[in-house]
């Protein structure tokens, strides 16, 4: 084979090269200067084909989007497994209410404790900021404590059990006797004044400076809640109900359900209960005899609160999880 001598020089594109053969040569040449017209041309022209767009997920600016793939009532939660409750729990964890001290972030929820203690039902609570701080109300006798209340204003807990209702503090955590004695209370809920149920009377009971005033629904009622214009909803054997402040309104049966595992408000008034199969919204309509329960969510929680900046804690088991509001409407999955 002969040698290739290179003498390549590039002046006005003029290119002189010896090598084995013109035809070679002339090869060389046509893709040098196709190389060069072709980078004058993409000078002057631009490019003809525009690049194809990559979203590098890995630099999503994780405020932008929610990672949760939890969506609710329209709005796009983060996602996030907190830790589990401390308490001992029976063989099959289960948490039916919840509520959260405001002030100190600090969150009281029922259980049911294992066969062998001596009461059937409890009430726990455990810090949000540490797991470190946690206990159960216990007293010098059997309470049987169950449903419960949390006044923000003065920093006390409510709690019905088998025996009246009694009061807590966030500091003895204690229980003091503060009414009903000998009643099987079953549902306490606390606004201005307390309201309350018993076992073996009909309808909801308001506790006012030392009497009672009347029953506000003349029902037997299994659970309810006070909505922020202080209407009533409420579940019982046929469904669950709308009760409105103005009694020149007939009650509203919301649902036929009557299997609904809770009710609870947010922080702006709102009533949500919940079911095995989601979450529910109450609405309000123009028209109150339109009002609507709602589902905004599939998720399916045994227990559900709104903690201070109204994100959602809830409970499967013993296992605690927060929903974060995320301040956008793009959410991956759903």
Same mark, same amino acid.
């Given at each position: %084979?002969?040698?290739?001598?290179? +003498?390549?020089?590039?002046?006005?594109? &003029?290119?002189?090269?010896?090598?084995?053969?013109?035809?070679?040569?002339?090869?060389?040449? *046509?893709?040098?200067?196709?190389?060069?017209?072709?980078?004058?041309? !993409?000078?002057?022209?631009?490019?003809?084909?525009?690049?194809?767009?990559?979203?590098?997920?890995?630099?999503?600016?994780? +405020?932008?989007?929610?990672?949760?793939?939890?969506?609710?009532?329209?709005?796009?939660?983060? #996602?996030?497994?907190?830790? /589990?409750?401390?308490?001992?729990?029976? /063989?099959?964890?289960?948490?039916?209410?919840?509520?959260?001290?405001?002030?100190?972030?600090?969150?009281?929820?029922?259980?049911?404790?294992?066969?062998?203690?001596? /009461?059937?039902?409890?009430?726990?609570?455990?810090?949000?900021?540490? *797991?470190?701080?946690?206990?159960?109300?216990?007293?010098?006798?059997?309470?049987?404590?169950?449903?419960?209340?949390?006044?923000?204003?003065?920093?006390?807990?409510?709690? =019905?059990?088998?025996?009246?209702?009694?009061?807590?503090? *966030?500091?003895?955590?204690?229980?003091?006797?503060?009414? %009903?004695?000998? +009643?099987? &209370?079953?549902?306490?809920?606390?606004?201005? +004044?307390?309201?309350?149920?018993?076992?073996?009377?009909?309808? @909801?009971?308001?506790?006012?400076?030392?009497?009672?005033?009347?029953?506000?629904?003349?029902?037997?009622?299994?659970?309810?809640?006070?909505? @922020?214009?202080?209407?009533?909803?409420?579940?019982?054997?046929?469904?669950?109900? &709308? !009760?409105?402040?103005?009694? !020149?309104?007939?009650?509203?049966?919301?649902?036929? /359900?009557?299997?609904?595992? =809770?009710?609870?408000?947010?922080?702006? =008034?709102?009533?949500?209960?919940? #079911?095995?199969?989601?979450?529910?919204?109450?609405?309000?309509?123009?028209?109150?005899?339109? !009002?609507?329960?709602?589902?905004?969510?599939?998720?399916?929680?045994?227990?559900?609160?709104?903690?201070?900046?109204?994100?959602?804690?809830?409970?499967?088991?013993?296992?605690?999880?927060?929903?974060?509001?995320?301040?956008?409407?793009?959410?991956?999955?759903?």
């Amino acid at each position: %084979m002969q040698d290739i001598n290179w +003498n390549i020089t590039f002046r006005g594109c &003029i290119l002189k090269c010896n090598i084995m053969g013109r035809t070679l040569a002339l090869v060389f040449v *046509t893709l040098v200067l196709h190389a060069l017209w072709g980078s004058a041309l !993409s000078a002057l022209l631009g490019p003809r084909i525009t690049a194809t767009k990559i979203l590098d997920l890995a630099e999503v600016d994780k +405020n932008g989007y929610c990672y949760s793939c939890i969506k609710i009532d329209n709005i796009c939660y983060n #996602h996030t497994e907190l830790f /589990e409750l401390p308490a001992p729990f029976g /063989e099959h964890p289960v948490v039916k209410r919840m509520g959260i001290m405001k002030s100190s972030n600090l969150l009281y929820y029922n259980f049911e404790p294992a066969l062998s203690d001596k /009461e059937y039902s409890k009430v726990a609570f455990v810090s949000l900021y540490s *797991t470190n701080f946690s206990g159960v109300i216990s007293g010098w006798q059997s309470f049987n404590f169950g449903p419960f209340d949390i006044n923000q204003n003065n920093k006390k807990v409510y709690l =019905g059990g088998s025996d009246g209702i009694w009061v807590v503090n *966030t500091i003895s955590r204690f229980p003091a006797f503060f009414s %009903m004695k000998a +009643n099987l &209370i079953t549902n306490v809920v606390v606004r201005d +004044n307390v309201y309350f149920t018993a076992s073996g009377y009909d309808g @909801i009971f308001k506790y006012v400076d030392g009497y009672y005033v009347g029953q506000l629904v003349d029902k037997t009622i299994n659970n309810f809640i006070l909505d @922020i214009g202080y209407n009533i909803v409420y579940l019982n054997d046929t469904g669950l109900y &709308i !009760s409105f402040r103005s009694k !020149s309104q007939n009650d509203v049966r919301l649902s036929t /359900e009557r299997f609904i595992r =809770g009710l609870t408000v947010d922080g702006k =008034g709102a009533v949500y209960a919940w #079911h095995v199969d989601g979450i529910y919204k109450v609405t309000l309509g123009k028209v109150l005899s339109q !009002s609507t329960l709602k589902r905004v969510s599939n998720l399916a929680p045994d227990a559900m609160t709104f903690d201070q900046s109204n994100n959602i804690i809830y409970s499967i088991g013993k296992k605690l999880y927060k929903l974060s509001k995320v301040t956008t409407s793009d959410c991956f999955g759903m």
